[in-house]
């Protein structure tokens, strides 16, 4: 699947990395069995992002496929759960591979291609628009991308930036989006009553985004900053 092919799929993603983590055996599900690893994919500013990558058995020819250290290239879907911790729900983000890249194709990647995500959904929480310290304007969006096959949806949280930020605040709940952007990977640490505790965040970082018309057509605003979210 290529992800720059038209697709009714409402969710196309394409990682091209390396694997910095051994493979974990995270479930089972339908008799397959479903591993893990973390790829890590540079930027354009030569920092990286550690993206979580869930691996059905039936693609791999064995776990060497996904062994640590080893360069691969995927295409897929940014999916979500929640997950039970400590008597909270907590919104878990993944990248699931639908298949390999082969290897003509992957040696033509550049980093532009490396970390790559179409998304089409539609707003489920009122977004919120702020500014960092340092005087950069964000808007946080939350989409819901249905996965008709499963009859459920995933979850994503989104960041537009600049321009697109004053675009997306003015989007309501149940406005119908799609966005182009890449996954990114943000450190942080949270206040416990065990001291600070550090985790990570994962979102899309927009680099463009639309309003999808009831006539199918669309009306969108392209981010001309480059680096978006860098």
């Not at 009859?151 to 930020?165: E, K, Q, V």
């Not at 994962?202 to 669309?218: D, F, G, H, L, M």
């Amino acid at each position: 699947m290529n992800i720059n092919e038209q697709s009714i799929n409402s969710n196309l993603g394409q990682l091209f990395g390396k694997i910095v983590s051994q493979p974990i055996k995270t479930h089972e599900a339908y008799n397959e069995n479903f591993y893990e690893v973390m790829l890590e994919v540079k930027r354009l500013s030569n920092n990286s992002d550690i993206i979580p990558v869930s691996f059905g058995e039936r693609m791999l020819n064995s776990l060497d496929d996904i062994a640590e250290g080893k360069e691969i290239a995927v295409n897929g879907e940014f999916r979500s759960f929640n997950k039970l911790v400590e008597n909270k729900s907590r919104l878990i983000l993944y990248f699931f591979a639908k298949n390999f890249i082969d290897e003509n194709e992957k040696a033509t990647l550049g980093i532009e291609e490396s970390n790559k995500l179409i998304l089409k959904g539609f707003i489920c929480k009122p977004p919120v628009f702020r500014e960092t310290p340092f005087g950069r304007q964000i808007c946080d969006i939350l989409l819901a991308v249905n996965r008709p096959v499963y009859n459920r949806s995933d979850y994503i949280p989104c960041l537009a930036w600049g321009r697109n930020a004053f675009f997306a605040k003015q989007w309501n709940v149940g406005t119908s989006v799609e966005i182009e952007g890449r996954i990114q990977s943000r450190p942080y640490k949270k206040a416990t009553e065990n001291g600070e505790e550090e985790h990570v965040a994962y979102e899309v970082s927009c680099k463009s985004i639309a309003v999808i018309e009831n006539s199918n057509q669309t009306s969108s605003y392209n981010q001309e900053e480059a680096q978006v979210g860098c």
